[in-house]
């Protein structure tokens, strides 16, 4: 259970004064549903309001907080017309600018003859001094709550700067004091403040350096979540280990095989990684291995090999996909592999239903089927193995770490290899992964010639479309992403579905389309037709990004290039150069493009390294890039910025080393202020693994 200090914490935003309906799903829009999310929302700059000038001197285009005395009201003629109040001291006039304003409200802010502190943006105009709109408008005797220096926070559409700044100070009153959960010594050393002092200082700045990336308090905020997301990483991982392991260790019958069979022999870095796995296999401990290779690195077959190498120790193997259409493509590769060494292989998915499934089911429990692929379906209840002995998770990313203990838990002691096609810079791999075990396939198989890559404005697409014509008469086969962004995901839908039509008239009835609001087997049939040469171009949505290997596909168009991540280009893009042709890659962006996007272009334009990709990535990326982050799989940071906090990972997971060493089960007296920590980072997935242990 939570514990209870943090409830003020996780109350909906609507029990905060003056949210109601109506302000709630901005809110939620703009930082969560609960009034914790707003604590971490924080200022992106500053304003200082200590410049008091005359009104003579208050220069044009900079902030001026001015007193000054109101001398008559002008309310405006027509609607198109600004309302005005002159106002003046003892060197000059100054006039406030309403649109729309109303009189009963003005007359009550701004009564005649009284003095007032006016703070705001100073405008000339005709050789008047203006303040259009000002941002305050008090008494003399509140003149000390508009001189200081003021938090702006990043709004969103309708929502003011002032309510949301309200909002925020509401949460803060409802934070609570919590027991401190850093090591003493450590704090002392990093001169960091408590932890609600910091937040604080966050929300009230004194200068710019405050709230900065760099400053003890960001600092400290940041070192709490990454030691929150170390210490669930590292206790996820102490349970993993706690089950007793098993030695399996097969006599290479089934290897031999298979290898046989295959058309090619493994490249260097998929022999030395399956040893690493083999090894790791074969100690009686419990494996908890990460595969990390790029696009078209081969890792599938690594993940065959040591399936064979369980199945030979005479347990079974499951292989979990994140999607029905790469869950299909694994068993068509593999079963026919498999079956040359006389293995059954099954594939179970949210598809199948009643009778044929329980077969299935059946099978399983029995040990009759040696090696079952799948989705999700694989780690429902009732599907029960006979003896599970390795489960491998192919694109880990889009698996949380709860998935990965249930289809684990299927089996006893079972082995557990991650695959991930995402190239991770290495410190970002502490962050998911933890101190995993990693290999790496950083080499191709042979063949591959490189992508020719190109960045070209969509103002172009005539001249693209024209360009495709010859190499679809010599027979390339085209993708072509129009990507969904979740805001306007009907219209992107739309887009998609115009340039499908478009590309039908210019080039016939050889254009597919897939997207992800289409249902499974639709979907399925029109990948198999693309797969099978029945279709010249595929336009498609991002589904295609995990996974899918079609080798003769060598003309990858991207559209809104610039919308995408470079984890996520650099996906897409790995869907061409998997056969022996040679590629190409447009990425058609539309203008005006932004520097950060400019930059990402250019780097995908120069590079095909993965590994390269992703350190530019982690560097380029800074705040902004959600889109990226979500779907990188990399966990979401509040507080931690890993460009600029990435030395603070590496001391967070020496420290959650530490804490598990002293305190594995989080009892003594730092014990509970961490426990109070996991769950305030949301990692209580992390704590049940302790009772459940
Ligand atoms: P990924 O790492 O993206 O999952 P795959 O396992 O799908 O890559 O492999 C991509 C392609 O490379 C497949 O067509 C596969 O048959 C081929 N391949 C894998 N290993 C080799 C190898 N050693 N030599 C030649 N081709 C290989
Ligand atoms: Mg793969």
């Not at 347990?315 to 498999?338: C, D």
Request: with cysteine; aromatic share 6%.
């Amino acid at each position: 259970m939570r514990p209870s200090v943090l409830n003020p914490l996780f109350a909906p935003i609507t029990t905060l004064p003056g949210i109601g309906p109506r302000l709630a799903p901005l809110y939620q829009r703009l930082v969560g549903e609960r009034v914790g999310d707003l604590i971490w929302h924080w200022p992106a700059g500053l304003v200082d309001r200590s410049h008091t000038p005359k009104v003579a001197a208050a220069p044009a285009g900079k902030i001026a907080t001015l007193t000054v005395r109101v001398e008559a009201h002008f309310p405006s003629a027509s609607s198109k017309r600004p309302y005005r109040v002159r106002c003046f001291d003892e060197t000059g006039i100054v006039t406030l600018v309403f649109f729309h304003g109303r009189e009963d409200w003005l007359r009550r802010q701004l009564p005649d003859g009284e003095w007032r502190v006016v703070s705001g943006m100073v405008e000339h105009f005709n050789n008047e001094v203006q303040i259009t709109h000002p941002d305050h408008i008090v008494p003399l005797a509140e003149k000390d709550s508009v001189m200081g220096v003021e938090p702006v926070y990043p709004l969103t559409a309708g929502l003011t700067a002032k309510m949301v700044t309200k909002t925020v100070r509401a949460a803060l009153d409802r934070v609570p004091d919590l027991p401190e959960w850093l090591d003493a010594a450590w704090k002392q050393r990093q001169a960091w403040p408590d932890w609600k002092p910091a937040l604080t200082c966050l929300h009230q700045p004194q200068s710019e350096a405050d709230i900065g990336a760099d400053s003890l308090a960001r600092r400290r905020l940041a070192y709490d979540e990454l030691l929150a997301n170390q210490l669930a990483l590292a206790m996820v991982r102490a349970h993993m280990r706690k089950v007793k392991g098993r030695a399996l260790q097969g006599d290479g019958s089934l290897r031999a095989k298979v290898a046989a069979a295959l058309p090619f022999s493994l490249t260097g870095a998929q022999a030395r990684s399956l040893a690493e796995i083999e090894a790791d296999m074969a100690k009686p401990f419990r494996m908890l291995r990460l595969l990390q290779g790029d696009v078209g690195s081969g890792k599938t077959v690594v993940a065959l090999f040591a399936a064979l190498a369980a199945i030979e120790a005479g347990t079974q193997a499951a292989l979990l996909a994140p999607t029905e259409i790469l869950a299909r493509q694994h068993f068509a590769t593999i079963s026919p592999l498999a079956q040359a060494a006389g293995l059954r292989v099954a594939l179970l998915t949210g598809r199948d239903k009643g009778r044929p499934r329980e077969a299935i089911l059946a099978d399983l429990k029995s040990g009759a089927i040696n090696l079952i692929l799948g989705t999700h379906a694989l780690i429902q209840d009732d599907v029960v193995f006979h003896d599970l002995g390795l489960a491998v998770i192919d694109e880990q990313h889009r698996f949380g770490v709860q998935q990965r203990l249930d289809l684990a838990a299927k089996g006893s002691g079972t082995d557990v290899l991650v695959m991930t096609a995402t190239p991770i810079p290495r410190t970002l791999v502490l962050t998911a992964y933890g101190d995993m075990e990693a290999s790496r396939l950083d080499e191709k198989p042979p063949g591959r010639q490189p992508i020719d890559t190109r960045v070209l404005p969509a103002s172009r697409m005539d001249e693209i479309v024209t360009g495709l014509r010859r190499p679809i008469s010599a027979g390339a086969r085209i993708y072509w992403v129009c990507p969904l962004v979740e805001e306007s995901e009907n219209s992107d839908l739309a887009a998609a579905e115009d340039r499908h039509r478009h590309l039908e008239q210019v080039f016939g009835p050889r254009v597919g389309l897939v997207h992800g609001r289409m249902k499974g087997p639709a979907k399925d049939k029109v990948m198999a037709a693309f797969a099978a040469g029945l279709l010249d171009i595929l336009v498609a949505t991002t589904v295609i990004e995990v996974g899918v290997d079609v080798p003769e596909a060598t003309i990858m168009v991207i559209e809104h290039a610039e919308r995408f991540g470079l984890a996520q280009l650099h996906q897409l893009r790995g869907r061409v150069g998997r056969g022996s042709g040679a590629s190409s890659c447009l990425l058609l962006y539309e203008t005006p493009l932004s520097e950060a996007a400019k930059a990402r272009l250019e780097i995908m334009r120069a590079t095909e390294d993965g590994f390269v990709i992703a350190e530019e990535d982690l560097r380029l990326r800074g705040g902004g890039e959600i889109l990226g982050t979500r779907q990188s799989g990399l966990p979401e940071f509040r507080a931690a910025d890993l460009a600029v906090h990435g030395e603070l990972l590496a001391a967070a997971r020496d420290d959650a080393k530490l804490i598990m060493d002293r305190d594995p089960d989080l009892s003594g007296p730092r014990g509970q202020a961490l426990r109070v920590l996991l769950y305030l980072f949301e990692r209580d997935a992390a704590i049940r693994t302790l009772r459940s242990g």
